[in-house]
Nanobody, 114 residues
Framework: QVQFVASGGGLVQPGGSLRLSCAAS????????IAWYRQAPGRAREFVAS????????NFANSVKGRVTIYRDIAKKTLHLEMSSLKPEDTAVYYC???????WGQGTQVTVSS
């Protein structure tokens, strides 16, 4: 079963930017839908964005719309979530996974704080 691992998180000041990466454990189809989720302390995991593995047909949560983009790095076989104008409320552990899958890989911590 394919597993997805998110990376690239860190500490950033409000208004800053980060690029998260999603790597798959094996080669997958370009048309496979992949979603980004996040979970803040004490809160349920929530949807952030989704796209095909190829990076097309994107969909974004209202909370991040206009501040994030998704694109694929073909050479590195990763999918990126580029976030800008970050806010303290974006602080969470970010994951990437197939929608509906319960096989969660490693997430990456994003902390937005001054």
């Amino acid at each position: 079963q394919v597993q997805f691992v998110a990376s690239g998180g860190g500490l950033v000041q409000p208004g800053g930017s980060l690029r998260l990466s999603c790597a798959a454990s094996r080669i997958i189809e370009s048309s496979l839908v992949i979603a980004w989720y996040r979970q803040a302390p004490g809160r349920a995991r929530e949807f952030v964005a989704s796209s095909w593995w190829s990076g097309i047909y994107t969909n974004f949560a209202n909370s991040v719309k206009g501040r994030v983009t998704i694109y694929r790095d073909i050479a590195k076989k990763t999918l990126h979530l580029e976030m800008s104008s970050l806010k303290p409320e974006d602080t969470a552990v970010y994951y990437c996974n197939r929608p509906g899958s319960t096989n969660w890989g490693q997430g990456t911590q994003v902390t937005v704080s001054s």
